[in-house]
């Protein structure tokens, strides 16, 4: 499931699905980094970071891409199992087919401009 708004860079943030995952995200990320944004539609937390991080990526222009699970579509969940999820959102940073940082909660802006720079060396 979407969010009820629309992506304004469908080809930067893209959905993903257990299935897809590793090649959408594991072997992508040896190209360029993929933020991937566990979310769920009944989490206020996951639909108030949403913007946030569209913006990022869009900021970014090209530099990393975001992939979106929905955590309570098809088997999604056992992902978040993989990775050891104890909340939504939950934001993990993929670079090179590892995970390089994660953070949990909404967040501002400039405080993911920051964790992207910090983790994956893109300003």
């Known amino acids: 499931m979407t969010p009820p708004h629309a992506n304004p860079a ?3 943030i893209f959905d993903t699905h257990l299935e897809h ?3 959408d995200v594991i072997e992508a990320s040896h190209a360029l980094p993929i933020l991937v944004d566990f979310w ?3 989490c206020p937390p996951c639909r108030a970071l949403t913007p946030v991080l569209e913006r990022v990526i869009n900021h970014h222009a090209g530099k990393l891409h975001m992939a979106k699970v929905e955590v309570d579509e098809g088997a999604n969940m056992k992902l978040a199992g993989r ?9 993990l940073l993929f670079v090179k087919g590892e995970i390089v940082g994660r953070f949990s909660s909404a967040r501002s802006e400039p405080w993911v401009r920051e ?8 300003e």
Do not use: K, Q, S
């Open 40 to 42: 769920a539609d009944w």
């Open 21 to 23: 995952f590793d090649r």
């Open 83 to 91: 990775y050891a999820l104890r909340g939504f959102p939950t934001v």
């Open 10 to 12: 469908p080809d930067l």
């Open 115 to 122: 964790f992207i720079a910090e983790h994956a060396g893109i």
